[in-house]
């Protein structure tokens, strides 16, 4: 019984040191900027990341349209943030999942600097997108990749890149 309740304790001791260094990472994350410690809690032990700056204030989007039948332009789809909104209305994972893996594909495809699996990059960018999202009747599609940032309480949006397929 005494062996129980000091293993409680130390359990309890050890939650209690955890919550604060996390809270301390947290709120203070530039004391322990580049330690081990730091590291260590950021990487395993902490959800997150919560506040990181390039987070806040860069957003990434992907703009989708396609050329209807009739020849007009169709109205525009971000696929990623489609499937996001699918995912909390349904409860399917599928949908979290494309949501991450439509998000992944496409900065994948706007931080590469090597120019030869920049082009594999857009190929697997041009197919998976024509068979996932734009209907077969349609002769070309165009994906505009767009950057939302925020700093100083001030909002801009700039067109990273355009591919036509």
Known sequence: MVKAIDFRRIIAIGIIIHVLISLFIIFFPS???????????SSYLMPGP????????????????WEEQDSHKSETVDPAFK???EFYLTGNPKFLYR??????LYQRILFKK????????????TSYYKFRYVPQTSDSATG??????????????????TIEF
């Not at 390039?54 to 989007?61: G, M, N, W």
């Not at 949501?99 to 992944?104: G, K």
């Open 83 to 85: 499937n996001y909104k």
């Open 31 to 41: 004391v322990l900027k580049n330690t081990w410690l730091q590291r260590v809690y």
């Open 50 to 65: 919560f506040f990181s700056e390039d987070r806040i204030t860069d957003t990434y989007y992907l703009s989708l349209t």
């Open 99 to 104: 949501s991450r893996l439509d998000n992944s």
């Open 144 to 161: 505009i990749f767009l950057r939302r940032r925020t700093k100083n309480f001030k909002t801009s949006l700039d067109t990273l890149q």
């Open 114 to 125: 090597d120019s030869l699996k920049e082009q594999e990059l857009k190929r697997t960018f």
